[in-house]
């Protein structure tokens, strides 16, 4: 499998009013096409910043990263990511479909205006949201708003799905059927998904592999790989293999407890 | 008489979107003040009538009504020669200070030198130039009082127009930059918008003004035709029952001049929380 995502040694260091700040320390990680790649751990341990750099929304400060071969600034001038954030961002003054189609607009994909609407109607039917493409934003719920966010990340056919904690403002129900979506939208896309999270069992539900962080300075920790069976639903949330997955990822995270509290 | 506490808010920066309203509601809510007017003009009525106050004082609202009716044509006249100035000034005002904040929001080098001496210029008690403007420009030309206008509504237009421009989700820009979109781009699909409710907000306190402002620059001559020279002129023949009819046009041509842009406002953006009817979810 190609690779869509190598890192070798990257860090980042912030300059900041109160000095200089290590964000993260030799990050080497390689994330293959297709693949369902989870960042997890603490506040601080750079999750964020890493999905950033991958992004191009910030700059590493050494070491160097590949994106689909190419630098992470050709690959967004591209158009090769789909970012979802924590905050749905929808533009309050575009109806929901207005919404998806704000980048196909933007990169003038996807032809006229007819072609746009049809993406945008099929993207809404993916995430099952094809009635409400005539809504406004604030008429949808959090969990509905976040679903317009993945369409319109989607409308342009990414060949990676960049998450930032997309679920974290929601409750726990919804969450876990939004889980539930992503993995199937995963699956028929074949898109290669980073998904930042610091919810454990989400981590081990959705992915792959699981990125085990630490903190000050960000490093990786170790990485647990998820071999649980495809489709995974609520019966897998409820089988052993799960638990002990969610067991070995705690205890990754643990580890890093005991040799700091020991250092 | 140029500051009241509520114009001067205007420098400080507007936070707009705080009213809220329906349509039902709004004409319901309006019961309570149509009555209070009403019994403001029956107590200074009976009031100046007991107390037998004299007409260079305070003259009776009936005075005021039967003047107001009498001199329409004149008044009238006046006002909209008056209006004419406001609205001009405002007009060149207003664009320019739109453009000034699209200009200076687009590149930030420009912001940092101009910004300081907008805001500097902001505490000039600007209508204090009239006279000025009125050799610049003939005492006798409307130009002289539109320029005055269009100055002091320049900046709080300018100031709050480039704040909306500026307030803008840093995740929206992060958005923005995923899409690979240009600055223009960025400009045109996010911080235009966003920056509309700012706009609207500066523009109400620009309206109101933009009428003190052309009155004002009136008081220091040009044609007896207008508003401020006819308001001058009646007060010293001690005609007050007309000056305050002159002033009662002014006023309501003030509330039509708000009028029409809260209408403008709900056209250009129908979207805005404040037109939101109340959901049941």
Redesign the interface.
């Known amino acids: 499998m190609a690779s869509a995502i190598e890192a070798t040694a990257v860090g980042k260091v912030f300059g900041t009013d109160a000095g200089r700040v290590e964000a993260l320390r030799d990050i080497s990680l390689t994330i293959g096409n297709g693949e369902f790649v989870s960042l997890i751990g603490p506040s601080g341990c750079g999750k964020s910043t890493l999905l950033r750099l991958i992004g191009d929304l910030v700059q590493p400060s050494s070491g160097s990263l590949r994106v689909n071969g190419k630098d992470p600034g050709r690959s967004r001038l591209d158009r090769d990511y789909g970012m979802v954030f924590q905050q749905a961002t929808l533009l309050d003054w575009r109806t929901v479909a207005k919404n998806v189609e704000l980048p196909l607009e933007i990169m003038g994909g996807a032809g006229d205006a007819t072609g746009r609407l049809a993406t945008a109607s099929e993207m809404l039917s993916l995430v099952q949201l094809g009635e409400f493409a005539d809504h406004y934003p604030w008429q949808l719920s959090g969990g509905m708003q976040q679903r317009v966010a993945i369409a319109r990340a989607l409308a342009f056919r990414p060949s990676i799905l960049l998450m930032d904690e997309p679920f974290g403002a929601l409750d726990e129900m919804t969450r876990e059927q939004m889980q539930q979506e992503v993995l199937r939208i995963w699956r028929e896309t074949n898109t290669t998904v980073v998904f930042v999270t610091h919810s454990i069992p989400e981590a081990v539900f959705l992915s792959s592999r699981v990125v085990v962080m630490s903190p000050r300075p960000g490093r990786v920790a170790s990485i647990v790989a998820v071999d649980l069976p495809h489709p995974r639903d609520v019966d897998t949330r409820e089988s052993a293999a799960y638990f002990d997955k969610i067991t070995e990822v705690r205890e990754a995270l643990r580890g890093r407890g005991v040799a700091e509290a020991a250092s | 008489m140029t500051h009241d506490p509520d114009v001067f808010s205007a420098f400080e920066g507007i936070v707009p979107g705080e009213e809220r309203s329906t349509s039902s509601g709004r004409l319901a809510a309006a019961w309570p003040a149509v009555l209070a007017f009403l019994a403001v003009l029956v107590v200074w009525e009976g009031l100046t009538r007991a107390l037998s106050v004299q007409q260079f004082i305070l003259p009776k609202p009936s005075e005021i009504v039967r003047s107001f009716f009498a001199t329409s044509g004149v008044i009238w006249g006046a006002g909209l020669r008056t209006l004419q100035e406001a609205i001009g000034g405002l007009f060149v005002g207003v664009v320019s200070g739109v453009a000034m904040a699209l200009v200076t929001t687009r590149w930030i080098g420009l912001r940092s030198g101009l910004m300081p001496f907008a805001i500097a210029a902001n505490s000039v008690p600007i209508v204090a130039l009239a006279p000025i403007f009125n050799q610049w420009f003939s005492i006798t030309s409307p130009i002289s009082k539109v320029a005055v206008v269009a100055v002091v509504v320049f900046f709080p237009v300018m100031i709050n127009t480039a704040r909306g421009l500026l307030e803008v ?1 840093d ?2 820009i ?8 240009s600055p223009r ?1 960025v400009m045109l ?2 911080r235009i ?1 966003r920056a509309l409710p700012y706009f609207f907000s500066a523009l109400k306190v620009a309206s109101a003004l933009s009428l003190i402002a052309a009155i004002v620059s009136e008081y220091f001559g040009g044609p007896q035709d207008v508003l401020g020279q006819y308001i001058v002129n009646r007060a010293q023949l001690f005609q007050f029952a007309d000056a305050w009819a002159a002033i009662a046009v002014a006023s309501i041509l003030g509330i039509a001049m708000y009028g029409a842009i809260l209408v403008l406002e709900r056209v250009a ?1 129908p ?3 404040s037109f ?1 009817e109340p ?1 049941s ?1």
């Open positions: 989700d995740s929206e992060e958005l923005m930059r995923s899409f690979a979109a781009t699909r996010i918008p953006m979207w805005h929380v939101r959901q979810s």
